[in-house]
Each structure stands twice: as structure tokens, then as C-alpha cells.
């Protein structure tokens, strides 16, 4: 991104490293909810929250590239709590803490090991961070080791980034560690959204740690 051009949705697909989304981040975090939530109709996150509270999910909850926390204020609504947040951006969790929905926010980067024991979450969620140029699917592995066993993994993944990376094949080589998968396809925006990606789909990977 050139320091002239507003942050948005064409400059995040084209990230390429964990350093490029801390500085695309860090300009972004004070304008996200407003230009790109409500602005593009974005329902994700309300997406995740339902098919997580629908399989029963239960806190403590992690929730990753958790951003500036639209996720974590749903499913507070659901009635899941208690919420902790994680983001590579400081500045994109700064706003999250503003929302006073999470127990915990941490930076951390999903490429590497994250500051977390084994096996603490009965829950990790994420809405759009499994997307273009953000996170593939090597970080599954990392997301296995903090949740309990018997714990709910709710991931948003980009439907065309879930083809390119190859997760399905990720996921079948996870068959052992992993149970009841389910991979149901819904809308990321709302009928307002008129721009190219209005008919954009994201995967709910949705499975139990065995
Ligand atoms: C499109 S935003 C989604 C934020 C929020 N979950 C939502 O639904 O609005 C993607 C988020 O992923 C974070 N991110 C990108 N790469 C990451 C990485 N390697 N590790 C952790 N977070 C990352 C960004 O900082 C950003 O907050």
C-alpha cells in the first residue's frame, strides 16, 4: 500500500507478510467499523457467532484476529462468555478493549507458537482473518494445541482463499485430532453490499478438538 491510499479491502487481499498487515492495521483501526463493518454491509462475524452458539459452544472463548472486536460483541449477545481477544495489530485491539467485551486482548501472531498453554480454550473462533493475503491453513495446528479437548473451533475462511490454500487438505490430514466437521458456505456481506464482492461466500469451518 502506498502511504497515499487509504486502507481497505483491495489493500488487505493483497498483504504478503505479517508486517504488512501491522502497518495496513495500524492506519485501518480507527476507521474499520465505520468504513468497512458498516460501510460494506459486512455480516461475518454475526455469521460465527450464530454457528458457534448453535453447536453449543461455551467460553472461555479465544478469538483470533480478533480485529477491533465485532465478533467478541456478538457473542457476548449470545450469551458466551468469558471472551479473550488476539490480533497481530495493537491498534486493531486497541479499539477492541474500547468495546469492554473481552476478559483478556494479547498480540500474537497465528504464523507462530502464541502465548498461550495447551489445551486453555473450550472455544476458538474467527471471523476474516482467514482470508487473502492474512492467514493459511499451517495455523490450524497452532489453534488445536490451545483448545481443550472435546473444545469447538468456529473459523470464518474465505471460500476462494479455502480452495487456493488448500484447507480441505489440511483438514484431512487433521482427521485424527479433529470430529464432527462441518463446512456450511454462507454470505460475508449483506444484501446493501453493491460492490464486486457482494456475492462473496466464506466456509464456517466448524469441528471438535477429540
Ligand atoms: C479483516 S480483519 C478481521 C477482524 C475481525 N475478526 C472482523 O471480523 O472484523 C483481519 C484481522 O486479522 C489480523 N491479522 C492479520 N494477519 C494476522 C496474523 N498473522 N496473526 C494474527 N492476526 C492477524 C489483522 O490485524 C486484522 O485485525
Redesign the pocket.
Known sequence: MTKDQAPNLGA?YALRT?DD?RRL?ADWASSYDRDF?AGSG?I??GQVARVFADQGGQGPVLD?????G??GQVLAQHGVTPIDA????QD?LDQAQAKSVYRRLFT????ERLPVPDGTYCGVV????F?HG??GPDALDELLRITAAGGILCLSINAEHYEAQGFAEKLDGLASQISDLQLPQLPIYGPENTSDHRHDLAVIATFRKT
Open positions: 488487505a505479517p498487515s492495521y463493518v459486512y461475518l462475524h483470533v484476529g480478533a480485529g477491533t465485532v465478533l488476539t490480533d497481530i495489530s486493531m500474537g501472531d497465528l504464523t474467527s471471523s476474516g482473518t482470508t492474512h492467514v
